[in-house]
């Protein structure tokens, strides 16, 4: 009798802990989710508010910086989209070795993390390893077919790679389907394209139409 109670009582003790441990995971996942969520805001929030190159946007950035580091070193550490969102966030502190060592993490942990993949394909195509760096943003655009803002990655890096006809489409989805911000630069990636498929009247149409949705080289 007392074997058979202890055996009743350690099952309903697993049981519990289990509940427990799930309980507590997903309270972590959701407070993971939570702060990727800050982070990207007030990432794009800098990049919205400071010009590029100066010191106040390196503050900012900076201060987003800590914030996410306080979540990597505590209950987030093995979160592969806390560590996809701090190499994307390198690369626009310019620290592109240390974006792409983020991603490689990133991808060990989760290899269908779409943001890892842009940030290691963005990387490679900053250190002009452009075959390579198309291939992770085909498949970040595969992982995320309506990120319009991904596309232009993906339409720069075809260009990069002299596949002008692929470049036009994935410029021109984003020109039609994407907010109003991307189609500047989505206009004059794509001019660069129709220049390398020898469509120039194309190409000074665009380069025009950058110039009206406020796009400056």
Known sequence: MLIKRF???S???VVIGAILFI???STHATDCASIITT???DHKLALKEHPAGTDSLLTALYKVEDALFDAMRGKCSDNSSIVSTMGELQLSLGQIPIAQLYAIKALEMDNDNWQAHYVFGSALNLQKKYAKGLEHLQRASELQPDNHSLLVNLCSSYEKNKQYPEAIQACSTAIEKGPYDIRGTAHFLRAQAYKGN???TLAER???LAKEFGFKQ
Do not use: M, Q, V
């Open 198 to 200: 020898n469509e120039i």
């Open 7 to 9: 055996s009743i009582i």
């Open 206 to 208: 665009d380069i025009e």
């Open 23 to 25: 309980n507590i995971s």
């Open 11 to 13: 099952i309903i003790t």
């Open 39 to 41: 982070t990207n805001n």
